[in-house]
């Protein structure tokens, strides 16, 4: 599995606006996308940090698919007048994934 994590840092004024464009804009299209496993938008607990767009990925050809396709950029370009500086985007193999179900 495969990770990809965009980090924006949003202007005070435009998160509301950037959290619900990423709900109902930004994640449907995303889900839609072959290969994509989910998508999560991290809300930094501290106000000064980035958000963070977390997709994951069943291998990182279906992730450089999404980015080369255009779709990856179409969708930042959804947010652009809300940051303060060009997003950061990393990406991460996922080695090992357990799910701990409490009992």
């Known amino acids: ?32 996308q072959r290969g994509n496993i989910g998508i999560w938008l991290l ?23 999404y980015e080369t396709n255009g779709t990856y950029r179409q969708l930042v370009d959804k947010v652009k007048g809300m940051y303060l500086n060009r997003p950061i985007l990393k990406t991460y193999n996922i080695s090992e994934t357990r799910l701990v179900v409490p009992v």
């Open 1 to 32: 599995m495969f990770a990809r994590l965009t980090h924006i840092s949003v202007q005070p004024d435009k998160k509301d606006e950037m959290k619900r464009i990423f709900n109902e804009e930004i994640v449907p299209v995303v889900k839609a």
């Open 43 to 65: 809300e930094p607990t501290d106000e000064n940090e980035d958000y963070i767009s977390l997709t994951e990925w069943v291998s990182s050809t279906d992730a450089d698919m």
